[in-house]
């Protein structure tokens, strides 16, 4: 059986389903997260700092990068993260993913403010940035940055473990669920009408059965020799009989040995 689809098609329709689910799936998820209620970082419990958690709140101060992660595609930069270290809830300390660079120019004038203060130079930091978003949790690779970044900040491996959340809040505005929700449903419809065409395009319909063939069948075999003339039983028929026959070309007919008889040798 060939295949209905071509390599071009496939490719297309397969990236069209994946948009599809992908793009209804974060939309969904982005409107359940829209509905819930922030809890505000400075106010909620240390139990509180779990993966999934929508947080919001003012951040006065901020220890500086632990991870910066670069997003590239053919060699070239598209987006970069810096990940600050932040205090939260009472006593936990935690990170936060920060991709806008007028954030970034503020959290980085942050942290010199909180070193000036933890030195004495200034009173309090002056500088605040207000955060909405979705805590995540760290892999392998962003705890263990966050570890030795910890570490070399002076906090033993038991206080590391103890005050230490291996989660780093992502910023959100929740306002993209709509919008995911029309381009994955436009995608599927797509995609549903590409398969319903190229399937169509692809199926075969069988000659049509010539109109006799069952009748030639139904027939009784007919016996060739039956349609033949009887042969005469008497000898006065002979003639008759072979004058209704058709003349076969090279041979002589009865008739013609009545009217022409032969000749006998000229030389007796």
Known sequence: ????????????????????????????IEYS?????PLDINAMSDDQVQKGAIVEGDIYYNFGVFETVEN?????????YYR?????AQESYMGIQVTDQSMVSQM?????????????KIEDTTTTVHIKGKIVAMDKEDSGYFKDFMSSGGFTDDEIE????LYYIQIRDFDQAGTMFIIGIVALVIAGVLIFVTIKKGQRTAPPAPQNF?????QPLQDPMAQQPQAPQNPEDF????????????????QDFEQQPPQGPTNF
């Open 1 to 28: 059986m060939k295949s209905i689809f071509n390599s071009g098609f496939t490719r297309v329709i397969l990236i069209l389903l994946v948009v599809g689910v992908l793009c209804t799936a974060f939309g969904a």
């Open 33 to 37: 997260d829209s509905k819930k209620t």
């Open 72 to 80: 590239k595609r053919n060699g070239h930069t598209e987006s970069t």
């Open 84 to 88: 600050y270290v932040i205090p939260v």
């Open 108 to 120: 980085d004038t942050q942290t010199d403010e909180t070193y000036d203060m933890m030195d004495g």
């Open 162 to 165: 103890q005050y230490g959340k």
């Open 214 to 218: 069952n009748q030639s069948y139904d």
């Open 239 to 254: 003639n008759q009989y072979f004058a209704q026959q058709p003349q076969q070309p090279g041979f002589a007919q009865p």
